[in-house]
């Protein structure tokens, strides 16, 4: 279970040079077709953070088309992960679990944001048993590459509403949408295998949902969502895990224009999500070894409809063995 230190560093030995805490925050602006992305990555016993702010508005489907982008690398690791400025201009407060404040001023006056996360529940612990039964049904498998190290340690998913203000290149946007952040810490070899989507649909605090899956691509480019990793639900304010998932989604350039999502909670119910995409952007990590395609969806559960990212991740070593004609 989450425990209110994991907004801090965790204890770790100060010899492994891989380990690494990072924070991940998503939010858009529906109306406006706009959505973002904001990422640090922290190594403190190379005493170095990496951190990654990406914007887009509308339909990109080319990295240079996506309206902002800046990646920055070998910044001085701050002292305290709990609150903490970096040198590219981006902050972050936890002031509780639930309670997150997110601030950043690019150098050039490009962008910029003053955003704050009201969390609906306390952090999903996807690495306990207590709470996510797939723990104990992946145990009994060997570890699957595609997945990477992000789950193999600590990580918390969290839900919830977001608002403050957005500066695009001097035009401001009001911000008020529901989304989510994630917190990982743990040895992490950044190895060019990943091959995982993670899916995210929010209907207000009435209904929430977070899934993340393993994928699979066939030489002619067409993705499968294989097996579920984690996913929750959220329903005024209550967790309930998912035990089985289904996704089909239509993609071009490995952006997703469509989806549905049927899925299976602890409780015995089954929930169904139809999406079609507002936005698109062909980036988002600042490792380049890593592909990323995020879309933007507007979802419909029942009578609610909602918004919510697509994003697949993608190692480029495992693309090229599936669709560079490698030979064996």
């Known amino acids: 279970m989450i425990q209110a230190s994991d907004t801090e560093f965790h204890p770790r030995d100060p010899a492994d040079r891989i380990w690494t805490e990072t924070t991940y925050l998503a939010f858009n602006v529906p109306e406006a077709a706009l959505h973002g992305t904001c990422y640090v990555l922290a190594r403190p016993n190379l005493g170095v953070a990496m951190s990654s702010v990406v914007v887009a508005r509308g339909m990109r489907r080319r990295p240079h088309e996506v309206d ?33 404040h997110f601030r950043y001023e ?22 306990d048993p207590r709470e996510n039964p797939m723990v104990e ?22 839900k919830g509403r977001i608002t403050g203000t957005l500066t695009l290149r001097g035009r401001q946007y009001q911000v008020d949408c529901y989304e989510g952040m994630d917190r990982s810490w743990g040895p992490r070899n950044e190895t ?7 899916i ?22 067409h993705v499968r969502y ?7 639900l959220v329903e005024h304010g209550v967790v309930t895990p998912i035990v089985a998932a289904q996704v089909e989604a239509t993609t071009v350039d490995m952006l997703a224009i469509s989806d549905r999502i049927v899925v299976t909670d602890a409780r015995g119910r089954t929930h169904e ?35 919510g990212g697509h994003g697949k991740l993608f190692g480029l070593s495992y693309l090229a063995e599936r669709l560079a004609g490698v030979d064996a």
């Open 273 to 307: 999500f139809f999406g079609a995409t507002i936005g698109t952007r062909p980036m988002g990590s600042l490792n380049p070894s890593i592909a990323a395609f995020v879309s933007l969806m507007r979802y419909q559960y029942g009578k609610l409809i909602g918004h």
């Open 200 to 221: 995210s649909v929010n209907c207000g605090d009435a209904m929430a949902m977070w899934l993340t899956m393993t994928l699979d691509v066939t030489p002619s480019g």
């Open 137 to 158: 049904q992946q145990a009994a498998h060997a570890a699957d590459p595609r997945i990477g190290d992000a789950w193999s340690h600590g990580h918390f998913d969290l």
């Open 226 to 232: 294989e097996r579920l990793n984690s996913g929750f």
């Open 106 to 127: 690019h150098k050039l006056g490009a962008c910029s944001f003053d955003l704050h996360l009201q969390g609906l529940h306390h952090p999903f612990d996807p690495t």
């Open 68 to 100: 902002f982008c800046d990646p920055q690398i070998h910044l001085p690791c701050p002292s305290s992960y709990a609150s903490f400025s970096l040198a590219n201009g981006l902050a972050v407060e936890a002031r509780s679990l639930t309670d997150w």
């Open 192 to 198: 060019p295998n990943r091959a995982t989507s993670y």
